[in-house]
């Protein structure tokens, strides 16, 4: 333990910026958010370290910095990024609104649409037919078919 104090005292500005590197990459292989802010905590106390702050002083201000900053993090900023569907999964759902391509002539309300290089199953909203290489909307999802109409 006396060996790691020595260390510490001869290199503080690395023994803390170690720290928050060895904290950066647990919260990178994780991925929780928690961890951030005590890897961002290490970062600033290492710098304090430098005006020749004590060790005691130093744990202090790392602690009060990591509990600060998580309960900002958490009150401020948004806890989780918002789909627009109510899926992020659902990725039929996310085509409504895309514009496409009739692959082949619709016939009964029914053909392919080619819309971003896939191909899917698609029903007119309005009308019995469509000519191949039309210009579709998607205008809704109904069970594996998309809705379209003429663009």
Do not use: C
């Not at 720290?19 to 005590?38: F, K, M, P």
């Not at 009060?64 to 039929?92: F, W």
């Not at 809704?140 to 663009?151: I, Q, Y």
């Amino acid at each position: 333990m006396e060996m790691a104090y020595d260390l510490y005292t001869a290199h503080p500005f690395w023994a803390w910026a170690a720290l928050a590197a060895a904290i950066l990459a647990v919260e990178i292989l994780t991925g929780s958010g928690w961890l951030l802010w005590a890897a961002a905590s290490a970062g600033v106390v290492g710098l304090l370290a430098l005006t020749g702050i004590s060790f005691p002083a130093a744990l202090l201000v790392y602690a009060g910095l990591t509990a600060a900053s998580t309960l900002a993090a958490r009150r401020y900023l948004p806890r989780s990024v918002v789909a627009e569907g109510d899926d992020i999964n659902d990725n039929i759902a996310r085509l409504v609104g895309q514009n496409g391509q009739a692959v082949a002539a619709f016939e009964n309300r029914s053909g392919r649409v080619s819309i971003d290089g896939k191909e899917w199953a698609a029903e007119l909203e309005a009308g019995e037919r469509l000519k191949a290489g039309a210009r579709v909307q998607v205008v809704g999802v109904h069970g594996a078919r998309l809705r379209v109409r003429e663009a």
